[in-house]
């Protein structure tokens, strides 16, 4: 197939120009010829290498060596460019090498049409392919980082020798930096604030008038968020180019299968809805509800009242195991007004909130239920929060004691902490399922509070009306075609980088009065 | 008159006259107009009113300062809140094509709220407040303040008591009004310390991998720190009384390390006065940072997780969210939301803020023989219409709302300096042209 190209540029590039870094900025299509079995091939194989990359990112800490080795390995059997100096010495790169740049290259490119078609898959793929990105830059030598910038022109503010001088003390204070480069040995770049946000939000950087000041060592974070905003704008473009991709019946059925086949099964799809009666919902609670949710459960039932993160987080969890939106409403009435919200105040101020979720109200989008990634990463609780992780948002101490509780044995409990010292919380989780669902060894990856739930019902084999139709076909392929052309290419939005952004409109309206 | 003589029931009766005699439109207008440097920036403004019964009416936009005076008067909203400006107008969302009626632009918004410290204040809980615990508000505005001046560069910050219990901030730069979502969650993360649920004792933990010897973690956090010291030992040492009662006391050492907490507990059987309590903690912490050990800085820790201010960050990250406006009246107390004069904020007492009924009996003692002679001197020459406007501005001024009318035009004035700069620029281009 031939990529739209914007620009037709007379071809002059050759594959060694084209090529010639490691690292691709993607400034330009590919505007060769491919058939569509490649062009399969090539985006399945780019999207293992995503996922994989998502998995890692939840399992370790990025950049952590297990990290960069585990994503090295998988970048090298899938025949990605994985070690950029693994050819330093030869002044050109090999024929072998550049067929893997070229393989980054056009995939990327074909992911780009599969996920431009809504925020949601704009937002996994974003994040994603900075991560990728991220990864490879960090894998860079000096040499070839500059090489980069200065192929891509990319060139940044510095400060003066003088202004270094006055700001020396703060410089040294506030960057984390300390490679044993010295201050004076470095170049600082100043930008605004808005471009280095996760240098700002962590407090990593001097922040001064607006300006952080970015050691040359950190300089990656300034390229990233070029990269994103890029990557974010041309996806926009790409979306309002794609009805003319649509069109081709040969393209459309295969992009709609590669944007489902990896974002996972979606928990929003109501297969079950009415299998549960709202008098079970403490008995589930206890057996087969995930701590999260376990613990959201427990408050609700003790304060009568959840503040909006654990509404969402909860609400989304029971429309995923089949609550209908009649029994969410008598649901959370019924508790609601035995605290301090009359049954009055609860219809205007709760009841439209809910109705929100389930694609009722407002924009009418269907709200899929929290993945652990989701729960763990954004909206941490603050003060009279119940939502969260209990693995990632809970003291160790208050959590052993939950789990003494909960009478999981002490041998139990010293692996569950183990795993949550070393930042495992999913897999801490499924040891916590394990343990009390005596497996000796769980046969899925959990990534979802609603996937333990099915999980759970699966093993204990209740609610045997439930059983069925939860077993919903994983990343089915008849499904997921259905599922693509429902899914209506929104405006051009704002791809962003924030997970919590999505259900943004729905915050709004969960506000506490 | 003391607010507890206010009724909400009475507010049928007011809220007309308080829309129509004292309400400072003009001076709203104003404000939210930004000088027309923006095309129909406040005609894409969101207003919603919460009207009697509590029925909640979203989506509200005016094209004027006469529409928005109409409509205020005659629906006489208990609360205001104000919205984003989107894409189109806001009373006209139904009839734009979905997915296109976006929040494009908004204030940076914080909300501070009291019930966020009930873990640490022991004098009220819930939607009280006294003098006690407000210290926490003067502290928090003096964090945030300073932070989104000097590091954030931001100069048009409008304080507003909420009415009730707590305080909201509205940066009203250019840039801050065009931040994205990332970037408004950035800058509310990078002023919160204070992080963790129910389930997390222990709600700050410093660290500093790097220099493990220099004094203490990074610059925001040591001017933090030094807004604290001034307030801690009153605040929390005598007020609060932390160091007295044991149940406070075990929750204080719960966030020491744990062989410290041995030794104070010993220590603290002798020793009961706060003051000198906190000095053996303070020692501790003293001889641990000469050692290696873990937990350097629970000292800082302890200080920060009683008086850091804690935001509600969801409010400050959406573009659409809403918050209450100022002027708006708060229908549980009565107050009215007054922008805060931060020149006076170690004076400012909540319990001092006008409410509703005291401004309008104000509005009935008989005029001094002066005011009234210049109204009649000046009577004819003006035209109906200015007649009314000015006489509005008569009668705020004759009520405890002028001050805080008078300081709201100031930081007009001050923004007023700032879009004349954009007009000219805007201006000289034309001419280029
Ligand atoms: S790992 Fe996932 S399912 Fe388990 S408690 Fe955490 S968020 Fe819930
Ligand atoms: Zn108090």
Redesign the pocket.
């Given at each position: 197939m031939q990529f739209p190209s914007r620009r037709k540029k007379f071809i002059t590039n050759s594959q060694t120009e084209l090529y010639g870094h490691p690292l691709q900025f993607y400034g330009q299509p590919p505007l060769e010829n491919i058939s569509l079995t490649e062009f399969e091939a090539l985006a399945v194989d780019r999207l293992k290498l995503l996922k994989t990359i998502e998995n890692l990112g939840v399992s370790y800490v990025k950049l952590s060596d297990q990290y960069t080795k585990k994503l090295q390995f998988e970048s090298k059997t899938l025949n990605f460019p994985y070690r950029p100096d693994a050819d330093d010495r030869k002044s050109q790169a090999g024929p072998i090498e550049l067929e893997k740049r070229r393989k980054d290259h056009i995939s990327h490119f074909i992911l780009r049409l599969a996920y431009c078609q809504t925020e949601d898959l704009r937002r996994w793929f974003i994040q994603q392919e900075v991560d990728l990105f991220r990864h490879r830059f960090n894998d860079l030598n000096p040499k070839q980082k500059l090489e980069f910038l200065h192929r891509n022109n990319l060139q940044y503010e510095t400060i003066s020798v003088e202004e270094k001088k006055t700001l020396k003390d703060k410089l040294v204070k506030s960057s984390y930096a300390a490679s044993g480069v010295t201050v004076e040995d470095q170049e600082f770049y100043k930008v605004p604030f808005q471009d280095a946000l996760d240098l700002v939000r962590t407090r990593k950087v001097y922040l001064k008038a607006g300006y952080v000041y970015i050691p040359h060592h950190d300089i990656v974070t300034i390229v990233l968020n070029d990269f994103r905003t890029r990557l974010s704008k041309a996806l926009a473009l790409t979306a309002r180019s794609l009805p003319a991709v649509h069109s081709d019946e040969r393209l459309q059925p295969l992009l709609n299968h590669l944007s489902h086949a990896y974002v996972g099964q979606d928990y929003s799809i109501q297969k079950n809805v009415g299998k549960i009666s709202l008098e079970q919902i403490d008995s589930l609670s206890g057996k087969s509800f995930?701590?999260?949710?376990r613990q959201i459960h427990q408050s609700l039932r003790e304060n009568h009242h959840l503040r909006h993160g654990g509404r969402m987080q909860y609400g989304l969890f029971l429309k995923g195991i089949g609550l209908s939106l009649e029994q969410a409403l008598q649901f959370w009435r019924s508790e609601f007004i035995k605290g301090k919200v009359d049954a009055d105040k609860f219809d205007k101020a709760y009841a439209y909130s809910i109705r929100h979720m389930f694609g009722k109200e407002g924009k009418r989008t269907d709200y899929t239920p929290y993945s652990?990634m989701k729960?763990?990463l954004s909206n941490a609780p603050s003060q009279g929060d119940h939502h969260g992780?209990?693995?990632?948002h809970s003291d160790p101490e208050l959590l052993k004691q939950k789990l003494q509780f909960y009478k999981v044995s002490p041998s139990g409990i010293s692996q569950i902490l183990e795993l949550v010292k070393g930042m495992h919380?999913?897999l801490?989780?499924q040891k916590?399922f394990e343990l009390t669902h005596n497996l000796e060894d769980a046969s899925f990856s959990?990534n979802?509070?609603n996937q333990?739930f099915i999980e759970s019902q699966k093993v204990l084999g209740g609610g045997k009306d439930i059983k069925r139709e939860m077993d919903a076909p994983q990343r089915s392929q008849e499904n997921s075609a259905t599922r693509g052309s429902s899914a209506a290419p929104e405006e051009a939005a704002n791809a962003s980088q924030d997970l919590a952004e999505g259900t943004e409109e729905l915050d709004s309206f969960f506000q506490d009065a | 008159m003391p607010s507890s003589d206010y009724d909400s029931a009475c507010l049928p009766d007011i809220l007309p006259l308080y829309y129509r005699r004292l309400f400072p439109f003009s001076q709203y207008y104003r404000w939210l107009n930004y000088g027309g440097v923006q095309k129909n920036y406040f005609q894409n403004r969101e207003f919603s009113f919460t009207l009697k019964d509590d029925i909640y009416v979203r989506y509200q936009s005016f094209s004027t300062q006469t529409e928005l005076e109409k409509e205020m008067q005659k629906m006489n909203p208990y609360k205001i809140d104000i919205g984003a400006i989107y894409s189109h107008r806001p009373n006209q969302h139904n009839t734009v094509k979905s997915g296109t009626f976006q929040a494009l632009e908004k204030e940076l918004v914080f909300d501070i709220d009291m019930t966020d410290y009930d873990d640490v204040r022991s004098c009220c809980s819930a939607a009280d407040i006294c003098c006690k615990c407000w210290t926490l508000m003067t502290i928090a505005i003096h964090i945030l303040d300073r932070a989104l001046r000097e590091d954030f560069g931001f100069q048009h910050l409008l304080w507003v008591y909420s009415g009730r219990r707590g305080v909201h901030c509205w940066v009203c730069d250019e840039a801050a009004r065009k931040l994205s979502v990332a970037a408004r969650s950035a800058v509310a993360e990078y002023l919160s310390l204070v992080k963790g649920g129910d389930e997390m004792m222990k709600k700050v933990v410093l660290t500093d991998p790097i220099h493990p010897l220099s004094v203490c973690i990074c610059d925001f956090n040591r001017e933090s720190l030094a807004v604290v010291e001034q307030y801690f030992s009153r605040y929390a040492l005598q007020d609060q009384d932390i160091l007295g009662r044991k149940e406070s006391v075990d929750k204080v050492l719960a966030l020491t390390p744990e062989d410290v907490r041995k030794e104070l507990q010993e220590d603290f059987l002798y020793e009961k006065k706060p003051e000198n309590r906190w000095k053996l903690v303070k020692e501790q912490a003293r001889r641990r940072r000469g050692t290696s050990k873990k937990g350097q800085y629970f000292e800082e820790e302890i200080m920060l997780q009683y008086c850091y201010p804690r935001l509600d960050v969801n409010v400050s990250k959406g573009v659409n969210h809403l918050l209450k406006s100022p002027f708006s009246v708060h229908p549980k107390t009565g107050r009215i939301s007054v922008p805060m004069d931060l020149k006076e904020l170690e004076t400012f007492d909540p319990f001092a803020v006008p409410t509703i009924n005291l401004i309008c009996e104000e509005l009935d003692r008989p005029r001094t023989g002066e005011e009234e002679e210049k109204t009649e001197d000046t009577k004819e020459k003006e035209s109906e219409q200015d007649a009314a406007e000015s006489r509005k501005i008569r009668d705020y001024k004759r009520t405890s709302l002028a001050k805080y009318v008078k300081y709201f035009d100031q930081f007009l004035d001050g923004m007023a300096r700032s879009w004349k700069g954009e007009l000219l620029k805007k201006s000289d281009l034309q001419k280029d042209f």
């Open positions: 995930p701590l999260c949710m652990c729960v763990i992780c209990p693995f990632r919380y999913q801490a989780c916590y959990l979802h509070p333990y | -």
